[in-house]
């Protein structure tokens, strides 16, 4: 089994073999992030320390293992293994095979000097990694702050392009698209105020519900005209089977919970209003109480408000049971937000839509391999059923 395989002992002998014939020696390694879907395959990826000849460096591997098609596509960086059943494909940051344009990113100076930033002192920084799905990165250059989002290879970079000019130009605080790259980069400009969920934690002001469903009501109607993204809470089922999988002594339960979302939900229309698609207090850049900014529009298109809106309150209940500096104000947050948006709206549904939304933040902990993962899965398990249970 390949989740086996990548995330247990033989992992390291899988990695010490790439890294060596890469000129290194691996020294020590632990998975931070571990993306299994069953039947379908396993990718993780690794943080690690390596012994090069030029010195010792803190390293992120990634290794995959496609059940589907195959072993990752041959390119650059990658090295293909085995261990005599299943086929690996492993690499170093920067040459993800899926991920083509992430070394050009972590190298933009051919980039910036097309921007007319040439000539300055650069620094990047990797803000997030998602192996095989997209990046992230920072690029610092001198007063000049930009993000350059890298997509999966054969993705088109143009149409989200287009939808950040098309929010930018109706007055949505979305980043300034300064252009992209076929090979699957875009060039953004950076937000003011800051991240949401650091003022969670800095006890800073918190913008209303009110508020949020303002910056929600400025996305133009031409956001229903693009093309359709299933909402998370209607994924539930598929979030539960990969929690069975790797935590079986709850299967029986997250099915169930995933059944009575679903049977709560069957007949909902798919809805027509312009929406998100992934809103939480990870997108959201707040100054004096304030929304200023909205980030990842990558699933902007036509939907239910109360999608973007359950997808808000999941993400706080998960973020209070992942990071107890900020579980009192988020919590706080998600029942003020609640009351907000539940008079916008069907409660219930808020609440049905909420709780999936949880079930598939209950991935969570072991995708990113959170110490004791099994007791935080199973936290995130007793929220949801707390949400399904008849109110009072």
């Not at 010195?55 to 990752?72: C, F, K, W």
């Not at 069957?266 to 959201?284: F, I």
């Amino acid at each position: 089994m390949s989740l086996d395989l990548l995330t247990g002992p033989d992992a390291g002998e899988l990695l010490a073999a790439a890294v060596a014939s890469a000129g290194g020696s691996l020294l020590d390694w632990v998975p931070q992030q571990v993306d299994h879907r069953p039947g379908r395959g396993t990718t993780v990826a690794y943080r690690a320390q390596v012994s090069w000849p030029g010195g010792v460096r803190t390293e992120t591997l990634g290794a995959s293992s496609r059940e589907d098609d195959g072993p990752p596509p041959p390119s650059p960086g990658l090295i293909a293994l085995s261990d005599g059943t299943t086929q690996v494909g492993v690499w170093c940051l920067p040459y993800d095979p899926d991920l083509p344009a992430l070394a050009r990113a972590l190298d933009p100076g051919e980039l910036l000097a097309s921007l007319g930033v040439a000539g300055r002192s650069v620094s990047t920084a990797v803000v997030s990694y998602r192996p095989r799905r997209r990046a992230v990165v920072r690029v610092d250059a001198g007063a000049v702050r930009l993000y350059l989002k890298v997509l999966a290879r054969g993705a088109d970079v143009e149409p989200l392009h287009r939808r950040h000019v098309l929010l930018h130009e109706a007055g949505v605080p979305v980043p300034r698209s300064l252009g992209w790259s076929d090979d699957g980069l875009l060039a953004l400009e950076g937000l003011p105020g800051t991240g949401l969920r650091a003022v969670l934690r800095a006890d800073g002001e918190i913008p209303s519900g009110a508020a949020v469903l303002e910056v929600l009501s400025r996305f133009p109607a031409a956001v229903a005209d693009l093309p359709r993204r299933t909402p998370w809470a209607e994924l539930a089922p598929r979030y539960a089977a990969s929690i069975a999988a790797v935590l079986p002594e709850e299967g029986l339960r997250v099915v169930d919970l995933a059944g009575s979302v679903s049977a709560g939900l069957h007949g909902c229309a798919p809805g027509s209003e312009p929406t998100h698609g992934d809103l939480y207090e990870g997108q959201l850049t707040v100054a004096g109480g304030r929304v200023v900014g909205l980030l990842d529009v990558d699933t902007a298109g036509p939907g239910r408000r109360v999608d973007d809106l359950s997808n808000a309150l999941g993400h706080l209940e998960a973020l209070a049971l992942a990071d107890p500096p900020s579980a009192e104000r988020a919590r706080a947050t998600a029942r003020a937000w609640e009351v907000a948006f539940g008079a916008a709206g069907d409660r219930d549904e808020l609440r049905l839509r909420t709780a999936g939304v949880l079930i598939g933040l209950a991935t969570g902990p072991h995708r990113t391999q959170a110490a004791d993962w099994p007791a935080a899965t199973v936290a995130h398990l007793d929220a949801v059923e707390a949400l399904l249970s008849p109110r009072v």
